[in-house]
T-cell receptor
Framework: DGGITQSPKYLFRKEGQNVTLSCEQN?????MYWYRQDPGQGLRLIYY???????QKGDIAEGYSVSREKKESFPLTVTSAQKNPTAFYLC???????????????FGPGTRLTVL | AQSVTQLGSHVSVSEGALVLLRCNYS??????LFWYVQYPNQGLQLLLK??????LVKGINGFEAEFKKSETSFHLTKPSAHMSDAAEYFC?????????????FGTGTRLKVLA
C-alpha cells in the first residue's frame, strides 16, 4: 500500500538536544511538507520541498532544519534553537507543488514531540 | 491575503442529527477548497475538495459541501450524524505564490456526537 510513514510516533527530548523526525513516502510524489499542530491553532507550515535537493522555509521555520536528498524522504530536525518544540508534527506530500494548486495533500500519522 | 475562518471551535450534535460545520474564506482569485478530517493522534484525511465545476461536492462518509462564491463559504454538511463522525475537521484553501502552492488551514472544528 502506498502512503506516508512517520517515525517515531512519540518522541521525548531533553532541553538543549536536537532531534530528527523521519518522514518517508512511497507515493512517488514530488512535493513534501512539514507542519506543526498546536491545540486551537490549526496547522502551520514549517518547511516544504517541491523537488529533490531543494526546499523552502514556511511560516515558522526558525529553530528547524530539513534535507531532501531523496525523493521519498524529507526528515525534519528540531534544533535546540526552537524555544517551544512540544507539539504534534505532521508530514505531508502532494503529486507536485508548483502552480497546480488543486492537488490535495496526503498526510502521515504524525509524531508527538514532548520536551522534558 | 488569503485566509480561512472556521466558525465554532467545538460543535455538538445528537446522533442522527444534521451536521453543519462552517467555513468562510477570503481569496483574491478563484479558490481551491478542501475539507479534511483528523481522528485523535492521527494524520489528516481528505474528505472532499472543490476545484472547478459543480458547486455541490460529495465526499467520503456521506459528507458534502457547497461552494457559494457570493457568500465566500464552503460549509460541510452531513444529513445524519454517526458516533464515528466524532473528530476534528479542517477547512483549507490552496494559494499560489511565486510559482508554488501551499495550503492555508483553518483552526479546526471539533465535532462531538452525543448518543
Amino acid at each position: 500500500d502506498g502512503g506516508i510513514t512517520q517515525s517515531p510516533k512519540y518522541l521525548f527530548r531533553k532541553e538543549g538536544q536536537n532531534v530528527t523526525l523521519s518522514c518517508e513516502q512511497n507515493l512517488n510524489h514530488d512535493a513534501m511538507y512539514w507542519y506543526r499542530q498546536d491545540p486551537g491553532q490549526g496547522l502551520r507550515l514549517i518547511y516544504y520541498s517541491q523537488i529533490v535537493n531543494d526546499f523552502q522555509k514556511g511560516d515558522i521555520a526558525e529553530g528547524y532544519s530539513v534535507s531532501r536528498e531523496k525523493k521519498e524522504s524529507f526528515p525534519l530536525t528540531v534544533t535546540s534553537a526552537q524555544k517551544n518544540p512540544t507539539a504534534f508534527y505532521l508530514c505531508a506530500s502532494s503529486i507536485r507543488g508548483d502552480a497546480y494548486s488543486y492537488n490535495e495533500q496526503f498526510f502521515g500519522p504524525g509524531t508527538r514531540l514532548t520536551v522534558l | 491575503a488569503q485566509s480561512v475562518t472556521q466558525l465554532g471551535s467545538h460543535v455538538s450534535v445528537s446522533e442522527g442529527a444534521l451536521v453543519l460545520l462552517r467555513c468562510n474564506y477570503s481569496s483574491s482569485v478563484p479558490p481551491y477548497l478542501f475539507w479534511y478530517v483528523q481522528y485523535p493522534n492521527q494524520g489528516l484525511q481528505l474528505l472532499l475538495k472543490y476545484t472547478t465545476g459543480a458547486t455541490l461536492v460529495k465526499g467520503i462518509n456521506g459528507f458534502e459541501a457547497e461552494f457559494k462564491k457570493s457568500e465566500t463559504s464552503f460549509h460541510l454538511t452531513k444529513p445524519s450524524a454517526h458516533m464515528s463522525d466524532a473528530a476534528e475537521y479542517f477547512c483549507a484553501v490552496s494559494v499560489t505564490t511565486s510559482g508554488t502552492y501551499k495550503y492555508i488551514f483553518g483552526t479546526g472544528t471539533r465535532l462531538k456526537v452525543l448518543a
